[in-house]
């Protein structure tokens, strides 16, 4: 195990990057965010075309790049950075990761390839330390009820359903799905209806295990979030003169800057690691790294980016004064993003309810 | 000698005595401020009785239930530019100003924050030139709310060039329907446009509108700005109550969403809003009978940081509500709805409360030096002409 | 009510300012707390003959000044702020107000004159939210067992025992009385023991209340505490110069200034109040504003008050450099003194928990 | 070409199998040295084999067991002294200094700190004057650890007040023997004496004592004091261990103690613990075979706030028994006793953790200036000679 990027994951980086500075800045995600279709389908076609980033977890067998978790982190990474409104958390994460569990080999090829693109439809709130509320009901093999706060569900053909242990397969054609209006402008929220759905059960699922490989990789979006945050506000204040002076030489921000330099450092070790454990969750069973291990890296990873996430995106639109407070400058689209992802798949108390758990700190009786 | 609270109380009465409440909203107005009702403690004949200022309260209670003027409409012109007009116009100045700006008939906005001059106001860049006996006004400002429906403006611009930044300054009122004023929305991260961008291209102001001398601008602005820090974050809150109390009736609706993580926090918060807000009391009972002072700036910045912890935790306490935001749409509007929008509003909302009126960078550096005597750093743009200055 | 100190409270305050500059200057304190005796018994004497803050809370029919928790609390600012090693707290507070409850008149009156000092023997870490642990026992009238950590028995001449509901009155030379070394040197704690030790029912004490009345009152010496460290540290930094500048004209000095400041503002007020309420209480059945109340503005104050005071103290150590970290420097006496009260009639969590029920704030199922 | 692991694997097997462990201490620690086994990195013939750095791993395995050195009170030759002569000391001084410094035979101290120059180091008064072959030495040092057994000190002086500060400054190795030489003992907020002060009235000092050019003093330290903060809050620790470990056994072993306020303060920081330590492996990695680089001040930054936001809490923790105190004697120690001593003393100590080698400022000020690039603030001392400087 290394916390350091191989160059393998610095190659993966730069194509990632490379892609997204030509087709995702900032002005063309602020102008999509406003429009009907917050998605950026196309960017995300070549993403899975030229770069394969959607088959990153899938097995060679199956069309995928057989790569790992820590492969997943780094295009994480990169997407955070640039707030991209695109499915990869969603569909080459965490369905497919339900899916690899399952091992439903068909789907998972056209996940892929990217021609398919699906979504697990549970509340972006869900917690892996809860059982998921049980909103959904199955009679005869179709559906009815309702999940609401699904994230990528607007832009899925495929959508998975976990219902009790049971993960159920529906076409998004036969469901409503209603986006309202969200928080995170590049990660829009629905709601999903189903009405005498018809589904199709492909196997039994352990929730926890994949939100918690969820939370885990989340961290790496947040440490690009973070990283964006803490490079962007660099350059304004260095550039930025008030009483003469570039705003970056007066000692009070020097200083707070140097802080959140240190969290973000820690929030990269944090992610890093829990990528490195995450990589080795493989197959139905989990085998690998103690499953206490993995999720202990994951929810130490978790909090700490989810926090780091917030603290230096509001520290940025501080640090930007007025201008941070403007519709036209991007820092708020990850400040918004931050603060969603703090509540995504179990808000930094629930993980540190858990890290009590996994690392013996029992709580008051 | 003053009016003490009997013959304040007395003058309210025998004003209610001669008018009547019931009749035309602005009529009413006028004649109470004719009848020095309108600030107890301005001068005679300026809606004032000469009295001491907390006797308005007296007043007030006097006139409760009869027609009142808006203040979140007028906020700029009753907070900022009225003591300033006070303290630096001239006779004919006050005698126009100041009864038209308090009945309302006359709004008023603020031009002094620019795109290039935020912290440090007195580097601003918009000029006005002397022409005879008028002046020319060209430049940008921001952050100006109430902009288009404002009839007036307080406005600092640069009239000297070659003289170090805080001497080459003019206070103007600057007419808002003047040729050449243009104002357009400037739309926040919450959605909205509270504010505006206004920009200044040839605008023509009688010199009659200057307010105080030429070159004293800096200083006139100082009175303008010390009142509106007292202004904001100086309002009474019951125990419990204000932004802390939304969140506690978030907490108290949703057992479900309770942790133990989010509850302490939450207590955490809540003991620091109640001593913010005992020291707020403190304060108003010191500065009952006197001028604000640089203390105030300790309020501002307390309430920032906890009206930000506050809405921060009221969205996360939500959970999956906290994904969602009630509304998106761009359109202006003249106030702050805290109360009234959604979670997501007011987590945004609140990230300005540091940075609007003073940042709390600026707040920290005014109670070092101010309040606890602590030196200035060193200056690099003390003795330099304007024009000379890095930017 | 007013959170502002009257005309009389500041005479107050400038008699004893004055007396502790004569006679209890930081040196004079350091030298005692390394001799046999800490506490500055002739001092006392004298605070008590010529000032009278022995009978502060004591009614005028007992020899008393008939004055209230809110000239208490004035005194106890002050010598917060000389870290003075006197058993004012201890007795003309806890001991008194204790015997005020039960209405023991003579004693209160010797107490009245600072001629006899009492103690109430509860550890100085008891909670007022907890009941008091059961370690002493009372048969055919005489004591048996232990209690730890009693602040100002060694200098008590009658001891105030809470066994159970009832109060006993204990001569302190019946008592064996083992001071240990203590973390706070102007107020070491000692071991009680008990053997046989013959004792008199005086009353019924409500425990709760008069902890609650010491830890709202405590929240005042806290404050002194930290105006000693702000002021202390701020003069130090006007002086010292690193860099050929004031250390205190680094902005990020100055800053940390601010936050400091604001902080004591802040205790002030909650302090005030809490003094203000607590003034309240009077007599057996504590009549006055409602028991809520009073109970809140002492959690409130007692929380804020102890982190602001240990908060500010480390500050100071920090911001004087290396000699804040020496014996021959005062500041470690406040220091050790703050983190010594943070434990003392509850800690802060313990007085946060308190709100929470006094303020409809319910914790988790 | 440099040795490999196989390569220092073998010189290790060959030198135990020529030196028996079980006989004389010295002579064996003596023998490591001259085989070139004591900082493998070090050039031959100077205790090391010119290999990489992190190849002294391989040595330590395979001598484990034989006879150590004592890292705790060699901790200023071996982390400070040490690499500094390495860099810039002649061949006769390297050859003469360090392999006594590494066996252990002559113990080193640090003559840097000053009453007037903490946290600015290089407005130091100490002077040394030139007396033909010989510097005379008079000042004030503080803060030296060991300096009552120590043979020799690193000293820094000044040479030269007509020059700005940084430019005056020469560095030395001071023989602790001279007379003139006055070793106090200095008492610590934890009651016992760790440092020293030590006065040098008249300390005559040869030019062959002289370490680098003469006001090259202040290029020569920066070297010493890139490693001390290396060494500090650079060794691995395991999860959930050091510090915050002690904490969390104080935490299971009292299950009365438990509260939801200090269980969430203990979650956190057992978090914050666990990134720092895995930011500190990641570091490590990175430098593994580097030079310790600004970075690694942030780790110090960061074992700083831990320590002290840990030991508070376990002292609050324990409630009765955090009120008092293991031992308030005055006495000498001569190293840390973290894990040995009570709450109350951790607590204490730790206080010096954001203070010595570096205060926390000045670590975040060169993680500002060195490790992201932003502006210095404006300089009053640059080009002003020391003498005139105000102090």
Known sequence: ?365 | MALDEKAVKERAAAFLAGHDPAGDRLEFLRARFDAGLAWVHFPEGLGGLGAARELQNVVERELEGTPQINPGLQTIGLGMAAPTILTFGTDEQRKRFLRPLWTGEEIWCQLFSEPGAGSDLATLGTRAVRDGDEWVVDGQKVWTSGAHHSRWAILVARTDVDVPKHRGLTYFVCDMHAPGVEVRPLRQITGEAEFNEVFLTGVRLGDDLRLGEVGDGWRVAQTTLMNERVAIGGAPVRRGGGVVGLVADTWRSRPEARTHDLHQRLLRLWVEAEVTRLAGTRLREQLSAGQPGPEGSGMKLAFADLNQALSGLDVELRGEEGLVYDDWTFRRSDSVDFFGRGPGYRYLRAKGNSIEGGTSEILRNIIAERVLGLPSEPRVDKDVPWKDLPR
Request: charged share 20%; glycine share 8%.
């Open chain 1, 1 to 365: 195990m290394t916390l350091l990027y191989t160059e393998v994951e610095e190659e993966l980086r730069a194509s990632v990057r490379d892609l997204l500075a030509d087709r995702c800045g900032s002005a063309a995600v602020l102008r999509r965010a406003e429009s009907e279709a917050p998605y950026d389908m196309d960017l995300w076609k070549t993403l899975s075309r030229d770069i394969g980033v959607a088959g990153l977890l899938v097995p060679e067998e199956y069309g995928g790049a057989g790569a790992s978790a820590r492969e997943v982190a780094v295009v994480l990474e990169e997407l955070g950075r640039a707030v991209a409104p695109l499915p990869f958390l969603t569909s080459s994460v965490l369905a497919t990761k339900a899916l690899l569990q399952v091992g439903e080999e068909d789907l998972i090829q056209e996940l892929a390839s990217g021609e398919t693109t699906a979504a697990l439809v549970v509340s972006l709130a869900a917690s892996p330390y809860r059982p998921l509320p049980e909103t959904v009901t199955v009679t005869d093999g179709v559906l009815n009820g309702e999940i609401r706060a699904v994230a990528g569900a607007d832009v899925a053909d495929v959508l998975l359903v976990p219902v009790g242990t049971a993960l159920y397969q529906v076409e998004a054609a036969d469901v409503r799905i209603d986006v309202v209006p969200s928080l995170d402008l590049t990660r829009p929220v629905a709601t999903v209806t189903f009405s005498d759905t018809p589904g199709e059960a492909i196997g039994r699922l352990d929730t926890r295990r994949v939100l918690n490989f969820g939370a885990g990789l989340l961290a790496s979006e947040q440490l690009g979030v973070a990283e964006w945050c803490l490079s962007t506000t660099l350059s304004y204040i260095k550039e930025r003169h008030q009483f003469a002076r570039p705003v970056g030489s007066f000692q009070a921000i020097k200083h707070r800057m140097a802080d959140l330099w240190l969290d973000v450092v820690r929030a990269r070790a944090a992610a890093r690691n829990a990528a490195d454990l995450l990589a080795t969750d493989q197959g139905a069973s989990g085998e690998g790294e103690a499953t206490g291990d993995r999720e202990l890296a994951a929810a130490v990873a978790a909090s700490w980016c989810s926090e780091v996430a917030v603290h230096v995106a509001e520290e940025s639109v501080q640090l930007h004064g007025g201008i941070g407070m403007t519709w036209e400058h991007p820092v708020h689209l990850y400040l918004k993003r931050a603060k969603s992802t703090e509540i995504a798949f179990g808000t930094p108390g629930a993980h540190r309810e858990a890290v009590a758990a996994l690392a013996d700190l029992p709580a008051p009786a």
